[in-house]
């Protein structure tokens, strides 16, 4: 690396420390003369934020993976509302429906999903709100999925919609990551309700809010689709 790409990337990477400092909760941007004026400053920044951090993502670079003794146990929930309140989806009945540039949009059952080439990883969980857990998911990798139904990997982003009316979205580098998987199991049984049956994105690489669970639809776009956090502030790239 030369010296002007390593200052570069020394200034890009304190550009990106600074915005995700920015969108820390309790940091007061609010003048409530201008309501609207943080919120696109926010947008702003974010917006901003995705281009430095796509820049700076290398594909190749893998998240940590740990030992079966370091699962923590049990694990633990989070979205938006109660754990009682979780969705409880028909597994008999579920389709993962499919929409977008792909070539072979038929939907999927979970049975189907099976058949494909799984993968098990051990990895770290990170919730923005400021804790971490490890667990063990097991799936189809991502961009085994994306090949098998002809998905157009040119495309820029892959996004997803859930039973609770949760949705996200990622780049399509991050989509084809070696470890970005669709998880069906974890700690090697199907996922339960909570924690995403009947399929869950597990995208170790990125925050929790990117792991959509109980997924029902997955979209191959080029359009912008943002996420029910990411509209709310939180950086839309949020990965390494
Ligand atoms: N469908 C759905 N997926 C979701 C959420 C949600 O509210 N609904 N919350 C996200 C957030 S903020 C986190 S931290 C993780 C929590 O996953 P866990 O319950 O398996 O720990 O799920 C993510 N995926
Ligand atoms: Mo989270």
């Known amino acids: 690396m030369t010296s002007f790409t390593a200052s570069r990337r020394k200034l890009l990477t304190r550009a990106a420390a600074f915005g995700a400092v920015s969108l820390l909760p309790g940091c007061d941007f609010d003048d409530p003369s201008h309501p609207d004026l943080a919120d696109d400053f926010l947008r702003l920044m974010s917006g901003w934020n995705n281009e430095v951090q796509a820049a700076l993502f290398n594909p190749n670079t893998l998240a940590p993976t740990f030992q079966a003794s370091q699962i923590t146990r049990p694990p633990r929930f989070n979205a938006f509302y109660d754990i009682a309140q979780a969705p409880r989806v028909d597994e008999a009945a579920w389709q993962l429906e499919l929409a977008g540039q792909i070539g072979d949009r038929r939907a999927w059952r979970i049975d189907q999903l099976r058949t494909l080439p799984q993968e098990s990883q051990i990895t770290r969980f990170v919730c923005v709100e400021g804790w971490r857990t490890i667990g063990q998911w097991s799936g189809v990798p991502l961009r085994h999925f994306l090949r098998a139904v002809s998905a157009d990997t040119r495309a820029r982003y892959v996004a997803f919609r859930c039973a609770d009316g949760y949705f996200t979205s990622i780049d399509m580098e991050s989509a084809l990551h070696p470890q970005t998987i669709l998880a069906l199991d974890f700690l090697g049984a199907p996922l339960t309700a909570p924690f995403g049956a009947p399929l869950r994105l ?12 109980s997924i029902v639809a997955m979209e191959v776009t080029n359009k912008w689709t943002g996420g029910y956090w990411e509209n709310q502030g939180y950086n839309w790239f949020s990965g390494s």
């Not at 597990?202 to 959509?212: A, C, E, Q, V």
């Open 202 to 213: 597990r995208i170790p690489t990125k925050l929790g809010f990117k792991n959509p669970k």
